[in-house]
């Protein structure tokens, strides 16, 4: 996880990522699995994730190594994303959005079009009309302009040739289930047939597949072959509802055991079993509530961690990690106006990125406009740029803050 | 990035058209025409003659002139249809190696599947010609009607032309895009297409740029040629009466009075009468007879008025399928050079209560829409979706040889439909699957498409084991059938492969045969 390979543990650590299109929702694990799967982030390495997980190191291994079998997980290639600022704000995007495992830029399909397959999945389970997104008694009309709006959206053919990796069988497997909810839904016999099993299916969550087959056998019983399809239309629900209540159950499952760590304060753990919760049950506000309180709590641990780590990388003269590090830490830590002054002025001295330091220090004077240190560095970085119209105005606003600032006067003069 | 063609592989003729600068224009040939005869000959000293100029040199070469081949593409020699063909042809069919259909040209017995490969080919010719520039990619029309072998025997001969057959659609359903190009109104569109060897009728709906096809009806062996034949037909009889020679035995003859016939339908949708003459038509022992006789648009309605009818009931079957009275559509479109009849527009008229869509002209819309459909795929900026339907009912054998029909026909792609079956005898451990496609409720009328089976379920009394069957038609057509024993988990399943009469390696080879033929003709 060193950049270009330098730095003290920088060569052969091996650093899982989660695969491309991989759904997390989809296993069946445990909340410990969970939470180590949570962790997994591409950057992470092996070592760690033994060091943080809940599981005993051996257990991580055998872990990673199912997952990598089952292609949710795969071995990612030595620290490439700290290679450019964009990648480096990798972190943040899994932790504020769960459902953004899986996203992969690379492909010929939008970002915000990966992350609408993602968020619709979820949504398959449901009763039809909220597949269609339209109102139990919504009229005929309507269900078609839903279906076509949605057919415009999820039909491969809109996607015919293109590169979409994972995405190409879970773009026809939504159209399949919109298709299917639209004809359902559109032919009044069967309308009243899901209504009136989404009617016996929906009170006191799940009577049960066998109470609600007796009952439709009973209904159906003067002719075998009516019976059997209505069996096999009660099986399919009955059988959606078990994914659902099962969905549901693992979400309450994660949630708990997030919540009896957030009472440890073990904030990192939390926010992981929590955005697991979330993942699986995408509709309950409470999570999301819950979620914002976790993850604050986890951001502020993670850059207390991060500083640390970053100090410590300072004071030993390792300036590139130290950067890199800092920066990292301000993501979580943008109200931080030292933390990006600090970061600003390490990537003014590395020179690699001054574009960089100069966002980082712009940012420290606006969080802190009469701060005359901020100014100053601002100014020598706009100086370092070339870009002297600038640097002379903020030197001299760093001087009227503290005339007694000589390091800036002689930097206006040397301009 | 070479462009995609739209094609119109018509019956008696073919049509190319492309997008160009946002709009879409049919491709004239060399000779400026727009639309070109599906036609094939080899000359006397063994020269290959495609369109214009096989059709001109047919009637003395009629035996060695290819036409209307498409009526036999994708069948089995022992097909009724391909029997009447055999009957009036003036060409010879030949039973083939795959028991398909041949077509005997100069001694050398062509496939359907080649001769519409030849005429493909030509197609792309025109278009490259016009654009200056190879093309590669098509998209290609058939008749609604066509079952999986006729479809697949198209998308060979594609193949076998060079071009990468990016869908095959069909023809009713690509007049609609044509028609639907560029409107933002919602509406019920009514496909009225009588071409020269089919009859379609599709009934769609578009809305907010979407195309759903909501029913289809047809019959692949009726159109303008069958117009042709009862004016034939009738020539030869009163030829017959007058003369007392019978011109059935004579090819060159036969030849000149489908001309002669069709020329006349032609002209009697614009005048009420025409004289047909055909100098020395036949010979016998008292010297040259001329054929010379006066059909009028009467006798011409009289002749054919119960094709006519024929189609309006077709047209019903459909109206009903769509759950739509003749009022709900709010367009009706003809495609096809046989809606040029006044009687055929009368009757289309009468039947919806309102006059026909004047708008398209009823040769090229065909080709258009398949071009659209090719943008649409192609395009970067997609504005508009076709949601295609598959032709034909999809199932499997159950007990007692019936067909449990999963899919039906017209229903959109892509698509998964599951259903649950059990065993019929007590402790039966194994079912077999037979995957089947057609539209008759005895398994044994329709096509069998691939089987496997299921073993391993539990010993139970019969009836009890669960066994969910499910059908998987991908964006492109391809089917895929698993079964599940939902007990145990336990999992079989296949992809049935599309075949159409030629297998891979005689595909193979007639690439290369032609490939050769190019360098000749070039040297």
Redesign the interface.
Known sequence: MRLEGEGPSGGAERVPRLAPGCDPARLSLTPAEGYLLSRIDGATPLSLLRQIAALPPAEVDRCLERWVKEGVVEWSGSGARFGAAPAARAPVAPASRPAAQGIDPSLDLPVEMQQRVIEFEALLDRPYHQILGVAPDADPKTI??AY??L??QF????Y??RNLGPYAPRI??I??KV??AYELLSDPATRAEVQRDLAAAAPEAAPGPAAASAASGAKAAPDPAAA?RL??RM??LARHRRAFEERKRKAKAFFESGMSAFKKERWLEAAGSVRLAIAFDPQNEAYKAAFSDVQRKAHEERARALLKEADGAYQLGDYRDAFRLYDEALHYRPFDAELSHKTARLAWKLGSDLRKAKDCAMAACELAPDNPGYRRTLGQIYKAAGLFANAKRELQTALRLDPSDAESRQELKTL | MSRVIGIDLGTTNSCVAIIENAQPSVIPNAGGYKTTPSMFAVTQDGKRLVGHLAKRQAITNARNTVYASKRLIGRRFEDPEVQKCIELCPYSIVRGQNDDPRLEVSGKAFTCTEIASIILREMKRVAEEYLGEPVQEAVITVPAYFNDPQRQCTKDAGRIAGLEVLRIINEPTAAALAYGFGKKADEKVAVYDLGGGTFDISVLEMSQGVIEVLATAGNTFLGGEDFDRRVVNWLIERFQQTDGIDLRGDAMALQRLKDAAEKAKCDLSQREAVEINLPFIASDANGPRHLSIELTREILEGLVHDIVNETLKTVERCMSDAGLGAKDVDQVILVGGQTRMPLVQQAVADYFGKRPHKGVNPDEVVAVGASIQGEALTAEDQNLLLLDVTPLSLGIATFGGHFAKLIERNTTVPVRKAHIFTTTRDNQTAVKIRVLQGESEIAAENDLLGEFVLTGIRRAPKGEPEIEVSFDIDANGIVSVSARDLETGKEQSITVNATGTLDEGEIQQIIEEHELYEVQAKA
């Open positions: 078609k302009q076509f709006g057919s415009k039909h491969p053919d809109r015919f040739r026809e497997s159209f399949k298709l299917e059997r069996r096999a099986h399919g």
